[in-house]
């Protein structure tokens, strides 16, 4: 089963993955390569939903790799895709609490995220507190990342 890790936006979803499999695969990096360009101008371009369509289609061909994939933040809220993960993964829920991630997705410059540009930190907070039941619902491992280095959640995760 392919083991997959979920959470939201700044939760070290790729940091984590790269530790456990020097081969993981990106998600977002394989939609990145699809849409041929970032995943910031796709969602001014084409919308949020058209980003929904594609995160959905690249989600059901990655379930088969044997490698460990991490996904973007969203992934969850398509019940499509909560249903294609709790039937087909290992998921590993990387939770934090919601200061915490803000303060990643505000440092991290060279990865400008549409969700953290186009929203008010209280409606951000909003769609972090919505999608809590969503990646609880898909997890089979829920590891709680603040104040841990990659290398204790990596340990936590084996
Ligand atoms: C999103 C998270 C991003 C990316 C897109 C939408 C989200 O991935 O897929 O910007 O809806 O939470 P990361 O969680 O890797 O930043």
Same mark, same amino acid.
């Given at each position: 089963?392919?083991?997959? $890790?979920?959470?939201?936006?700044? &939760?070290?979803?790729?940091? /984590?993955? !790269?530790?456990?499999?020097?081969?993981?695969?990106?998600?977002?990096?394989?939609?990145?390569?699809?849409?041929?360009?970032? /995943?910031?101008?796709?969602?001014?371009?084409?919308?949020?939903?058209?980003?929904? +369509?594609?995160?959905? %289609?690249?989600?059901?061909?990655?379930?088969?790799?044997?490698? %460990? $994939?991490?996904?973007?933040?969203?992934?969850?809220?398509?019940?499509?895709? #909560?249903?294609?993960? &709790? +039937?087909?993964?290992?998921?590993?829920?990387?939770?934090?609490?919601?200061?915490?991630?803000?303060?990643?997705?505000?440092?991290?410059? &060279?990865?400008? #995220?549409?969700?953290? $540009?186009?929203?008010?930190? *209280?409606? $951000?907070?909003?769609?972090? +507190?919505?999608?809590?039941?969503?990646?609880?619902?898909? *997890?089979? +491992? /829920?590891?709680?990342?603040?104040?841990?280095?990659?290398?204790?959640?990596?340990? !936590? /995760? #084996?």
């Amino acid at each position: 089963m392919a083991k997959v $890790l979920v959470g939201f936006m700044g &939760s070290g979803k790729s940091t /984590i993955a !790269e530790l456990l499999d020097p081969d993981f695969v990106d998600m977002d990096a394989v939609i990145t390569d699809k849409i041929g360009m970032s /995943i910031a101008d796709f969602f001014v371009e084409k919308g949020e939903v058209a980003f929904r +369509q594609i995160e959905a %289609v690249t989600l059901a061909e990655l379930l088969t790799s044997q490698h %460990v $994939l991490s996904t973007g933040g969203g992934v969850v809220t398509s019940a499509a895709n #909560r249903d294609l993960l &709790s +039937q087909h993964a290992d998921v590993v829920y990387l939770r934090a609490d919601f200061a915490t991630l803000y303060e990643r997705m505000a440092a991290d410059t &060279s990865n400008q #995220r549409p969700l953290f $540009l186009n929203n008010s930190r *209280a409606d $951000l907070e909003a769609i972090f +507190q919505e999608r809590q039941a969503w990646y609880e619902e898909v *997890a089979t +491992q /829920i590891v709680d990342v603040a104040g841990k280095s990659p290398v204790e959640i990596m340990e !936590e /995760i #084996r």
